[in-house]
């Protein structure tokens, strides 16, 4: 079982190799420079605000009550899993956006690369906590994120810092050739049984939600209503995410088009 993971991880690395893009950046979309108004607010509520920091920390007392609830003898089989996204769910990015707005710069892989190569995240409050019991229990910890591969060896430092468990590059699998999880998901599911799926952004948890309209996004949250705070923990991310490019219908537009888009959705009575 080990084996075929460390095959699979051995191959996503190197496919990494080979394409270069960032979640933060592709899909984002969110430019800090020409959208620091828009950004300012929700980097500082990120920052700032004791109610992020409670929300955090509910996510997470949620996703302990459901650790709980796993009776022993499953977890003895030994095949249990979590998933896990990493920016936003695990890792702290704000300080990137928050760089960026002050020194009024755009993002770009340079300016990612600068971020990550500090080494300089903090853990998303309750994070690092949870997946340490979760681990102690015997449970298996893997972390699909976008990150590229220039991002890996810098990650697991971080990942390292932090204490985080299974902090190696088998239970890493970061982006290969699509920013959809889904087939990293599925290679896990073939070898354990998923407990809990914990992100910021619903693409972490189902392909439903992947390239929709707001309506259908809509439809496919209300569709898995019982499972929002059970098998699905989510955490706050009002900067960045899927829900950014949904405002533009997922399509390149200029500054002034957003803008116009922007208040075209604000509803009022
Ligand atoms: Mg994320």
Redesign the pocket.
């Known amino acids: 079982m080990k084996t075929k993971f460390k095959t699979y991880a051995t191959a996503v690395l190197v496919i990494l190799l080979l394409f270069s893009s960032k ?1 933060i950046i592709a899909q984002d979309s969110v430019v800090y420079k020409s959208e620091s108004q828009v950004t300012v607010f929700p980097v500082l509520w990120q920052q700032t605000s004791a109610e992020y920091r409670a929300l955090c920390y509910q996510a997470f007392n949620f996703a302990t009550l459901r650790l709980n609830e796993i009776p022993k003898k499953e977890i003895k089989k030994g095949n249990l899993a979590i998933i896990t ?5 695990i890792l702290d990015n704000s300080y990137v956006g928050a760089q960026l707005i002050k020194e009024n710069k755009q993002m770009s892989d340079a300016e990612w690369n600068r971020w990550t190569n500090a080494s300089k995240t903090t853990e998303v409050p309750g994070a690092v906590a949870f997946l340490q019991e979760a681990s102690k229990k015997g449970i298996t910890i893997f972390y699909i994120s976008n990150r590229d591969t220039a991002s890996v060896k810098t990650t697991l430092i971080d990942l390292k810092n932090l204490q985080l468990p299974n902090a190696d590059a088998e239970h890493c699998l970061f982006k290969s050739n699509t920013s959809s999880k889904e087939v990293r998901r599925m290679a896990i599911e073939k070898e354990y049984k998923i407990v809990m799926l914990l ?3 619903l693409n ?1 948890f189902k392909n439903t939600f992947e390239k929709k309209s707001i309506a259908d996004r809509f439809i496919a949250t209300d569709a898995e209503q019982e499972l929002w705070g059970k098998k699905f923990i989510v955490l706050p ?1 009002a900067t960045y ?1 899927e829900w950014v490019s949904t405002l533009y219908n997922h399509e390149h537009k200029s500054d002034e088009e957003k803008e116009k888009i922007r208040r075209e959705l604000l509803k009022g009575y």
């Open positions: 979640e996204d990493l920016d936003e769910t992100g910021d952004n972490d991310n995410g």
